[in-house]
């Protein structure tokens, strides 16, 4: 009895969660680039004009990637053994109950149907500005509304049950790729204010690397030699931003050397940017 207890079990629990993990995986994976998109239009440029495209940023999120699954290894490990250990301390209550609700289809394609509306919390926190009982209401609207029947008439068949699962695997993982844009949004907007990276943006391939710009013939500091961040290359042009102005720019490799590179350089506390656009203002505002 216990080979068979294990197969219907455990075994069965791993398989469904190996089901749902790899759609989460790939829809969050398809949705990040247009948080990449959105991070780096906050400077006023496309990820192409700093030389950002699929392959490149894929490079820069593998050791991300990597120490991503190494933590999710171990946190499904963790649910994996707690159903179990809550199975057996129950008696089988517990995977009974499982059962029950999952031969119920009204009321596992309930359960889904709320999930999926659940996971347009973060498009709706991108494109407005909700309370959060209104986005409570929306995602519970859209649930019954749109995904429940559907849901219900999947659960007829296996195909339809693993259609579901699909479906609200890659719902989820785009729902979480949602939030992921807002908070790289979000970051990048501070980090043209204060010239800081969160912890977020180095893990989401965005470097925060600061040089000073030499003439590439004389090799004299330009721009008073203050610091500028250096956003990429692209066709033959580097893409600054000069934290100082709050402006971007580019100028030609071949005349551009890098000088005194840092990554992630300390900042003093109260720092921001924008001091010579500030005093351009004053003046501008008493010239007038």
Not at 108 to 116: D, E, F, R, S, V
Not at 127 to 143: P, R, S, T, W, Y
Not at 212 to 219: E, N
Request: glycine share 14%.
């Amino acid at each position: 009895m216990e080979p068979a207890e294990e197969g219907s079990g455990v075994l069965a629990m791993i398989e469904r969660i190996g089901s749902i993990i790899v759609p989460i995986g790939v829809a969050f994976y398809a949705v990040l680039y247009l948080g990449v998109e959105q991070m780096y239009g906050v400077f006023g440029i496309s990820p192409q004009q700093a030389g950002i495209d699929q392959s490149v940023l894929l490079g820069r999120l593998m050791g991300t990637l990597i120490l991503l699954l190494l933590v999710i290894a171990p946190l499904l490990g963790l649910v994996v053994g707690v159903g179990w250990l809550a199975d057996k301390v129950t008696r089988g209550a517990v995977g009974k109950a499982v059962t029950a609700v999952r031969r119920r289809p009204w009321v596992a394609a309930l359960l889904a149907a709320l999930w999926c509306g659940a996971t347009y919390w973060g498009l709706l926190s991108l494109v407005g500005d909700l309370e959060i009982a209104a986005m409570v209401v929306v995602a519970v609207g859209l649930g019954v509304l749109t995904f429940l029947v559907p849901f219900r008439l999947l659960r007829r068949k296996p195909v339809g049950r693993a259609g579901m699962k699909v479906l609200t695997g890659a719902l989820t993982g785009i729902g979480l790729g949602f939030l992921l844009i807002l908070q790289m949004a979000l970051g990048a907007v501070e980090m043209q204010e204060t010239g800081r990276a969160n912890d977020l943006l180095p893990y989401v391939g965005f470097q925060d690397q600061w040089a000073v710009i030499k003439d590439a013939d004389g090799d004299k500091p330009l721009y008073d030699g203050r610091w500028m961040m250096l956003l990429g290359e692209s066709q033959g042009t580097y893409v600054f931003y000069d934290c100082d102005k709050l402006e971007t720019f580019r100028r030609p490799i071949d005349g551009t050397l890098l000088g005194n590179l840092q990554l992630q350089p300390e900042r003093e506390a109260g720092y921001k940017c924008g001091t010579l656009a500030e005093q351009g203002e004053a003046q501008a505002s008493e010239g007038q």
